[in-house]
């Protein structure tokens, strides 16, 4: 799963120049104004369809391969994509806001996404012994969080 970005970033709504509510020693503040030097003019929202968009191509080139093969393949990208469009959003809107300094909030974050995508691909594919749900959840978010963090690294925005 992509994650939001870290402090410095931007936040929901916001099309300045720099609006995340993260400060820079890790605490959250919600109304945190604009900062001058910053290129992006991207709100939020857009931050986030780009980060899902990074996740969903980036889940879905792995986790239907991995998935219960008897099932038809069209019902495991299916399965892919419904898990990301049931986690990623409170990945991004709902995790940010309890609170919490960036790196816990990321850990918890991530596993949420990990947990309920496990427990989707298990009640879709219920013949699908659970340690594959497990595997398959962990291996796509690794992929989609990492690819994520090294494109951010390059320095480059998503």
Not at 24 to 44: C, I, K, Q
Not at 114 to 140: D, K, N
């Amino acid at each position: 799963m992509t994650a939001p970005p870290e402090p410095g970033g931007h936040h929901p709504g916001e099309t300045t120049d720099s609006g995340w509510p993260w400060e820079e020693d890790g605490e959250y503040r919600p109304g945190d104004a604009a900062r001058p030097g910053r290129r992006s003019r991207l709100t939020y929202v857009d931050l986030w369809a780009r980060a899902f968009l990074l996740t969903l191509g980036s889940e879905l080139a792995l986790a239907p391969w991995l998935l219960d093969s008897s099932e038809p393949r069209r019902r495991r990208i299916a399965a892919v994509a419904a898990a990301n469009v049931l986690s990623h959003p409170a990945v991004w809107f709902v995790f940010p806001e309890l609170g919490l300094t960036y790196t816990p909030m990321l850990i918890v974050a991530e596993l949420w996404a990990f947990g309920s995508e496990a427990l989707l691909y298990r009640l879709v594919f219920p013949t699908q012994p659970w340690r594959q749900a497990i595997a398959v959840s962990a291996l796509a978010n690794a992929l989609s969080l990492g690819l994520g963090l090294v494109l951010r690294g390059a320095g480059l925005t998503i």
